[in-house]
């Protein structure tokens, strides 16, 4: 058993504060290659990424978000979008977002999902970063390094775990 990824899934937290350090392209390629490697229905990949690093873009799309205003103090924000004619396409994008972040997580790196899809501000969003049609926002993922590291409560397993039925 590899207890290293079991740690990587156990103390991923969301981070909305960043350290003034630059994420490198080679380090955000690599975690973009972990990415492609998610599960997704009928093997249909139907997402693509947007990695946007500009301060004023960063800036812009932070202002449209309601929740994502820190965006714009992440040295990287990747855009997730998946194109609409997928039928699984909220399954799939949430399988590639969670790579990411997990991703972030195992290279040291700190990250947040902030919603996208069928947010008031997707269109917004996608038409900002000439997203081709039929491609939706799916998530932005702001990522950079953290000042320091998270703790969380998580309900004890006991609470969340049911044998065979809810009343087991």
């Excluded at 004619?85 to 990250?111: H, K, M, N, P």
Aim: aromatic share 12%; with cysteine.
């Amino acid at each position: 058993m590899n207890e290293q990824y079991l740690e990587i899934l156990k103390s991923r937290r969301s981070y909305r504060q960043f350290a003034d350090k630059d994420v490198f392209p080679q380090t955000i390629e690599t975690l973009l290659d972990c990415a492609r490697h998610a599960p997704s229905a009928h093997n249909i990949q139907p997402w693509a990424f947007v990695v946007v690093r500009g301060e004023h873009l960063k800036k812009e799309i932070a202002g449209l978000t309601d929740y994502g205003r820190f965006i714009q103090r992440a040295p990287v924000c990747i855009a997730v979008f998946c194109n609409d004619d997928s039928e699984f396409y909220v399954e799939d994008g949430s399988a590639v977002t969670t790579y990411i972040l997990l991703a972030t997580e195992a290279l040291g790196l700190g990250s947040c999902w902030v919603a996208g899809d069928k947010k008031y501000y997707a269109d917004r969003v996608a038409k900002l970063l000439n997203a081709p049609a039929g491609y939706r926002l799916f998530s932005l993922i702001p990522i950079g390094y953290t000042t320091r590291k998270l703790s969380a409560y998580k309900k004890p397993l006991d609470k969340l775990v049911h044998y065979e039925n809810f009343s087991e």
